[in-house]
């Protein structure tokens, strides 16, 4: 499914068939070119607590060893620090862009609605298998994701991963045994993803992305990160979340650059996750 889909119909079968489509150059790769830059110039040298996910707290960047920023910042849309605020508006201008918003709208079937943003750089370690409907609340299950490349990954960086039809399966939701508000309900919850790949023989699909491209998923679709061959490389990329207007009945919002964006991502988001 490692290709452009030559019409709008042709998107939509794909992705209702395979749980995600890639896009070539959705986002103008200058664009992302100079969110990279801003990134550079701006973030690594701040010194200020930022929110970080997975843990959903202020922290100031930490490094490895080849100098990227290990704890991936959060609610880009919400960051107002005046020092940041060419970086922001930049990032902003990636996951709101018209030609984003116009294919989300088509996936979800509906007025798509921006629930959070993850900017990712560093990070050699991999993201365990998950559906990111699990981590959605009330049971929200339709739920589209936008992962962005910022940069052409190398393909010895930590490469996104995902499991072509695996949207159609029946895992275990956010409820009894496996909910996230017990004390082992996210660990039992990943063991039985990981335990599905394995006794169904899942092979994933691991695109090499290009800076603009973008791959769109359902919520209910298996995904991760290998972990890097090679820590040098970075993956400046990133992740925003959508659902549609239609089942916004709680979250406060509001407009920017035309797109309707929850204020604070943290009353949408059910718990933080234990990975990152």
């Known amino acids: 499914m490692d290709n452009l889909l030559l019409n709008a119909e042709q998107n939509e079968q794909g992705f209702k068939e395979y749980g995600y489509v890639i896009f070539r150059h959705l986002i ?35 490094f490895d060893s080849y100098g990227h920023v290990l704890n991936h910042i959060t609610e880009l849309q919400g960051i107002e620090y005046k020092d940041l605020e060419e970086f922001v508006n930049e990032s902003i201008s990636v996951f709101t862009h018209e030609n984003l918003i116009r294919e989300v709208a088509k996936t979800i079937e509906g007025v798509p609605i921006l629930t959070q943003t993850v900017y990712f750089e560093g990070g050699s370690k991999p993201t365990p298998t998950h559906q990111d409907v699990y981590y959605s609340p009330n049971g929200t299950r339709k739920l589209v994701t936008a992962w962005i490349a910022l940069e052409d990954i190398n393909p010895d960086a930590s490469r996104f991963c995902i499991y072509p039809k695996s949207h159609e399966l029946e895992l275990p939701s956010n409820s009894g045994d496996y909910a996230l508000n017990t004390q082992r309900g996210e660990k039992k919850y990943l063991i039985a993803v990981k335990d599905f790949i394995e006794r169904l ?14 791959v769109l998923f359902d919520g209910l679709l298996i995904h991760g990160s290998l972990k890097a061959a090679d820590p040098q490389y970075s993956r400046h990329s990133i992740t925003s979340f959508f659902f549609p207007e239609s089942l916004n009945n709680s979250f406060a919002t509001k407009l920017i650059n035309g797109t309707r964006v929850v204020i604070n991502p943290m009353q949408y988001t059910d718990r933080r996750a234990s990975y990152g």
């Open 28 to 62: 103008p790769p200058d664009l992302c070119r100079g969110v990279v830059a801003l990134f550079e110039e701006k973030i690594k040298p701040y010194e200020g607590a930022i929110m970080r996910f997975p843990s959903y707290m202020s922290e100031p960047n930490r």
């Open 201 to 214: 023989g899942l092979k994933p699909e691991i695109p090499l992305m290009q800076k603009g491209d973008v």
